[in-house]
């Protein structure tokens, strides 16, 4: 696989990216759905919870702690996580702000 060419593309256009790749897993989505579900640090067993390994949960945590949509800390044997409101809005907002283009033509039979 080549090198992306990150530099070719602004930092909204990459950080979008990077938003959507952390998002391309249908586990990281249930990830989130549960943080988002109660709406407060989680202190569960997403492996009870999701049915997978704990290597494929911690795997699945890393990549949204990498974009930052998550938090978490680490306290003994006990982990807890919830998502980021400040990352949350702002993706958000460059979500909104990318699926809200006017593409101008309007009808379905202009191309």
Known sequence: MGVTKTNLFTEDQNKIAAFAKAFAHPARVAILQKLKEINSCYNGDL?????????????????????GVI??????????????PIVWKELNEEMNSLFSLDFG???????
């Not at 492996?47 to 974009?67: F, P, Y």
């Not at 033509?105 to 191309?111: F, I, M, N, Q, Y």
């Open 105 to 111: 033509c309007g009808s379905e039979d202009c191309c």
């Open 71 to 84: 938090k978490g800390t680490i306290s003994g044997t006990s982990v807890s996580y919830c998502i980021d």
């Open 47 to 67: 492996v009870v919870d999701l049915g997978l390994a704990q290597a494929t949960i911690s795997q699945h945590l890393k990549a949204l702690k990498e974009v």
